[in-house]
């Protein structure tokens, strides 16, 4: 049963300022909650306030999307994600790369996203990114014959761009070990599973 007890005009204002003096009478009843509807009122207070769920849903279905509508591995997507980010989506690089896929803002913007910032937008940029690195990579493959093949030429392609990609295959340059490196990291998350959050403030 509930417990109630009296509390005076005077009592009321103390505790609320701002409260309308119209509205009180000499005495008010107030009713304290059993210890069961205090809790059900804290568990309608938090949903609205605990995104988490929806952004790892809208994420992981984004994710699932984009990789489907640009013709890229899921899985790779996943890796490529897990390696440059780690899951921040609030992630950012000292040379400007931006977001879970870490992409620099013209490049965002070539591909159709008008916000690099956002999770969602950066994804299908990411995706739709790394799909253009495949097809670069099916060509650069038909003409020089090179020894990686299409997953790690295509990769190697997003991590550090066509001509320096190019001028290895054609012997005017050399890769780094980082680009080398590269592709066996993202092939070994493959798949991975991670938990979205930001590094600079909460989710």
């Known amino acids: ?75 790779v997507l996943r890796g490529l994600i897990f390696t440059e980010s780690r899951g921040d ?38 995706a739709t990114w790394l799909s253009e690195c495949y097809k670069e990579a099916n060509k650069l493959s038909t003409l020089y014959s090179p020894e990686y093949n299409l997953d790690t030429l295509a990769l190697m392609l997003y991590n550090a761009g066509g001509p320096k990609v190019t001028q290895a295959l054609t012997g005017t340059g050399q890769l780094s070990s980082d680009i080398i490196e590269y592709p066996k990291l993202v092939l070994g998350n493959k798949g991975k599973s991670m938990t979205f959050f930001c590094s600079t403030g909460e989710v």
């Open 89 to 126: 989506i609030c992630a950012k690089s000292s040379t400007g790369a931006v977001g879970l896929c870490q992409l620099m803002p013209y490049a965002a913007q070539a591909v159709g996203a008008s916000s690099v910032a956002d999770p969602v937008q950066n994804v299908h940029a990411g």
């Open 1 to 75: 049963m509930d417990k109630k007890y009296h509390m005076t005009a005077d009592d009321i204002k103390a505790a609320n300022p701002n409260i309308d003096p119209t509205a009180l009478s000499i005495n008010q009843e107030i009713v304290i909650p059993t210890s069961e509807q205090l809790a059900e009122i804290r568990k309608a207070r938090e949903l609205p306030k605990s995104k988490k769920g929806n952004i790892q849903k809208q994420i992981n279905d984004t994710i699932t999307l984009a990789s489907t509508k640009n013709s890229v591995s899921e899985d």
